[in-house]
Nanobody, 119 residues
Framework: QVQLVESGGGLVQPGGSLRLSCPAS????????MGWYRQAPGQQRELVAT???????NYADSVKGRFTISRDNGKKTVYLQMNSLKAEDTAVYYC?????????????WGQGTQVTVSS
């Protein structure tokens, strides 16, 4: 059974920081591209950042220079360090595991963690 469990969300003031964590179980973690996505009320889910199995990273323009994605294959965990948070970063943040195979793409999602940036 595959499980992705996000944690670390909460309420933070503008300019503050949070670190999200997502340990994974039931998958060969090191073989998956891991990512963080977010969905604000009334908005579509959008990509925040991804990190490949080899460690290459990709960020949405809106978070470049403020957010950092990382992974620890030994702990089967992906992290998202969020600094200089803004009100527009308020959303539910989802962890994603994706693997590309000849038979198709395999995708797993966590349940999400709420991040609220407000004074």
């Amino acid at each position: 059974q595959v499980q992705l469990v996000e944690s670390g969300g909460g309420l933070v003031q503008p300019g503050g920081s949070l670190r999200l964590s997502c340990p994974a179980s039931g998958i060969a973690f090191s073989m998956y591209r891991m990512g963080w996505y977010r969905q604000a009320p009334g908005q579509q889910r959008e990509l925040v950042a991804t990190i490949s199995s080899g460690g290459s990273t990709n960020y949405a323009d809106s978070v470049k220079g403020r957010f950092t994605i990382s992974r620890d294959n030994g702990k089967k965990t992906v992290y998202l360090q969020m600094n200089s948070l803004k009100a527009e970063d308020t959303a539910v943040y989802y962890c994603n595991a994706e693997k590309f195979a000849a038979a198709g793409t395999v995708n797993y999602w966590g349940q999400g963690t709420q991040v609220t940036v407000s004074s």
